[in-house]
């Protein structure tokens, strides 16, 4: 571990929970840096669809991590793995706190934790995975924990939990325990909500997506010639409107899609923080993002 720097706030939990504006507000209670851990806002360009804070909204605490990949190019987590390392040690290096603020488990666990396999990234290997059938099915049945984390047409991630059972005999989901502690002195923060109320705010949500211009967001990146099929497109909120641009759906369909699909990703995300994550869940029921951030604040300095 890492010693003799600021604990770094690790702020994650469901989409839709109210990540975003906790770690604001937090940041400017311990004179804080963002760094987002969510594997589509890394995209340019990809601002609606993957609820991107605009300048507005981070209320003047410097983000890190946002729009660093044309979304043409392949992201991975080991990429995300070196980058981000880099930016929490300019952090550091200016006496700031570093917050990690995001919903993506993978790049959580690969900035904080040394688990990523070399050879689990091979790139034969992960090509020879994706062209194979059910890769879902067969993860289920070596690492159940990941397979219930990973979306069954997210290939690419299949593909790389699989290489990562294959190389190492063991599921990619025990990783952290073989980890045992994470490179740098991390609290974990967990924000949540209950079913019915997650679920309502996901589809409101959504709906606060469309009226922002959410399908002229993905005409635009269609006509700057990115690929249906690229992992960008792919994205939830995008891959859902590719119908309706074509005729072959309502948009009242499309967007009942995209909420549909959010709310199973929210219950992805949740089954992998209760196996990967051991730290204080937070009730965005019980507190408002302000009260959350001085909850967390003070238990920092407590």
Not at 106 to 130: E, G, K, T, V
Not at 161 to 172: G, M, Q, R, S
Not at 270 to 283: A, K, M, N, P, Y
Not at 287 to 301: D, G, L, V
Request: charged letters at 25%; a positive charge; aromatic letters at 6%.
């Amino acid at each position: 571990m890492i010693t003799g720097m600021k604990k770094i706030i690790v702020i994650t939990g469901p989409t839709a929970c109210g990540k975003t504006p906790t770690a604001i507000a937090l940041a400017k209670l311990i004179d804080g840096e963002i760094i987002s851990a969510d594997s589509m806002q890394i995209y340019k360009g990809m601002d609606i669809g993957t609820a991107k804070p605009d300048l507005s909204e981070m209320d003047g605490i410097p983000h890190h991590m946002l729009d660093i990949a044309d979304p043409s190019e392949n992201f991975s987590a080991a990429l995300f793995q070196k980058m981000s390392r880099k930016v929490v040690a300019d952090i550091q290096s200016r006496g700031k706190s570093v917050i990690v603020a995001g919903g993506t488990g993978f790049y959580i666990n690969a900035l904080l934790y040394d688990n990523l396999s070399p050879d689990a990234d091979d790139s034969d290997l992960r090509d020879r995975l994706m062209k194979e059938s059910n890769l879902h099915e067969r993860l289920k049945a070596v690492d159940p924990i990941s397979a219930e984390a990973i979306h069954p047409n997210n290939i690419k991630r299949l593909a790389r939990a699989l290489a990562y059972y294959e190389v190492n005999a063991h599921p990619f989901s025990n990783h952290k325990s073989e980890s045992k502690k994470p490179l740098y002195d991390t609290a974990f923060y967990i924000l949540h909500r209950g079913r019915s109320l997650l679920y309502k705010a996901i589809d409101h949500r959504v709906e606060v997506m469309i009226n922002r211009g959410l399908v002229d967001e993905v005409k635009r990146l269609l006509a700057e010639g990115l690929s249906e099929k690229s992992t960008a497109m792919q994205a939830l909120g995008y891959k859902e409107m590719l119908p309706y641009i074509k005729g072959q759906c309502s948009l009242e369909e499309a967007v009942a899609a995209i909420q549909q699909g959010s709310r199973r990703y929210a219950k992805r995300q949740l089954t992998w923080f209760r196996h990967q994550i051991d730290g204080v869940w937070l009730s965005m029921e019980e507190y408002s993002p302000t009260e959350a951030a001085r909850k967390i604040a003070k238990n920092i300095k407590t």
